[in-house]
């Protein structure tokens, strides 16, 4: 029995949601094809001998990000004529050069690979592997489902073009998985299309949820024992606050016994110095080493309060709650949260007290004081949180059970 799992340009190693769905299946004696693109940010890890690992591609391994050109609708038409057109010609170049034509490149490789075998089932990771499994004739050949991880809104020339072809290959899917109900709404709304089945799985990992607190950071960092550990984990990037986490220890209220440590991936040699500058050592430690899953459980299991901020610019960053990887990490660790506030983190919350949301960064301080004052209750809160909300098993058997 052989499926094959499409996941083009994402940070496959950094998903939980993916590895996961592979290491599923593998433990239930399928071999698994993992179709990627190329190297993304870190060497991805294989936690099974039936997981294949496919590089479809001849690209240059990705370590560091390129940002897409977006162009503003008021931008385009306040320029003269001649500007207008050098900006329409910037941007088709770049969508073809640097999307188009390497998805295409991409596509081509799976069709060329998966030739070799017979398949149960396709699964499709985000738009741009559904749009590649149709390009490459898997759809048409076997059955297949869509497991959206972002959403896109109709904002560039670029998510317009992908949702009109994420439309079209979404024509023949068996269903679609989702996040949530909020996010299903959004990607059914986007798509334009009614019918689609839908499923709905939270970002999860794996269990069980690991109850005691290590010392591995404590070791690792020689940091003294009685010290709190704030953690982040994940990428580093503007969206997700995290200049502005490492700042909030200069604040008059962030206590001495409290270290903040940010771990994960980081493409802007900037962000990077503008931390070490303006933030003391004995503060902010940054991680940015690629840990394997054991040892990510380790590091996360022996911090104590887990923060998972994104700035409020759009319906991706807003709806994080059942979507973020952190959130799930976090929860299998049973580390309390601090997330930002809104309608969704706030009911969230309120049904889970498991942590706490603050309107802005500036929060930061006095929500982990407020955590810490009453520890242990939001610690027993997040581990009953991770059975019901982010328990990988759970949440995957109801998809499981619908390919059976």
Not at 203 to 222: A, C, R
Not at 303 to 316: C, M, P, R, T, V
């Amino acid at each position: 029995m052989r499926i094959a799992i499409l996941v083009y340009c994402y940070p496959v190693a950094y998903s939980p949601t993916i590895l996961d769905t592979a290491l599923y299946w593998a433990r239930r004696d399928y071999i698994v094809d993992l179709l990627v693109d190329r190297f993304v940010y870190a060497e991805i890890e294989k936690q099974h001998p039936n997981i294949n690992i496919i590089y479809c591609t001849s690209l240059t391994p990705i370590t560091r990000s390129v940002k897409s050109i977006e162009i503003k609708r008021n931008l385009i038409f306040n320029s003269s004529f001649i500007t207008r057109i050098s900006v329409y010609h910037s941007l088709y170049k770049s969508i073809f050069t640097d999307w188009l034509m390497p998805l295409r490149a991409y596509a081509s490789g799976v069709r060329k690979y998966v030739g070799k075998f017979t398949y149960l089932f396709i699964i499709a990771f985000d738009a741009d592997a559904l749009i590649a499994a149709d390009w490459s004739g898997l759809s048409a050949k076997y059955p297949y489902y869509y497991h959206s991880l972002e959403l896109y809104e109709n904002n560039t020339f670029k998510n317009r073009l992908r949702r009109k072809m994420e439309k079209k290959a979404c024509a023949g899917v068996r269903f679609v998985v989702v996040q949530d109900e909020q996010r299903a709404a959004q990607l059914i709304s986007g798509l334009d299309t009614r019918g689609l089945k839908l499923f709905l799985c939270p970002v999860s990992v794996m269990g069980p949820s690991l109850l005691e607190k290590g010392d591995y950071i404590f070791k690792k960092y020689n940091i003294p024992s009685g010290k709190k550990i704030i953690l982040y984990t994940g990428a580093f990037y503007a969206e997700a606050f995290i200049e502005e986490m490492a700042y909030a220890t200069n604040d008059t209220l962030w206590n001495n016994e409290w270290v903040m440590l940010l771990h994960g991936f980081c493409n802007s040699d900037n962000v990077l110095e503008k931390i070490r500058s303006k933030t003391s050592r004995d503060k902010v430690i940054l991680s940015l080493n690629s840990l394997s899953q054991g040892e990510l459980d380790q590091l996360t299991a022996s911090a104590h309060i887990g923060l998972a901020l994104y700035k409020q610019l759009n319906a991706n960053l807003v709806l994080t709650v059942f979507s973020s990887g952190k959130m799930a990490q976090y929860a299998k660790c049973s580390l309390p949260v601090v997330l930002t506030a809104n309608k969704i983190s706030d009911e969230f919350i309120n049904n889970f007290g498991c942590g706490l949301t603050i309107p802005d960064e500036k929060g930061l301080c006095r929500a982990i004081s407020g955590i810490l004052s009453d520890y242990e209750r939001y610690r027993l809160n997040m581990i009953k949180t991770f059975e019901q909300k982010f328990n990988f098993e759970t949440n995957y058997k109801l998809v499981a059970d619908a390919i059976q």
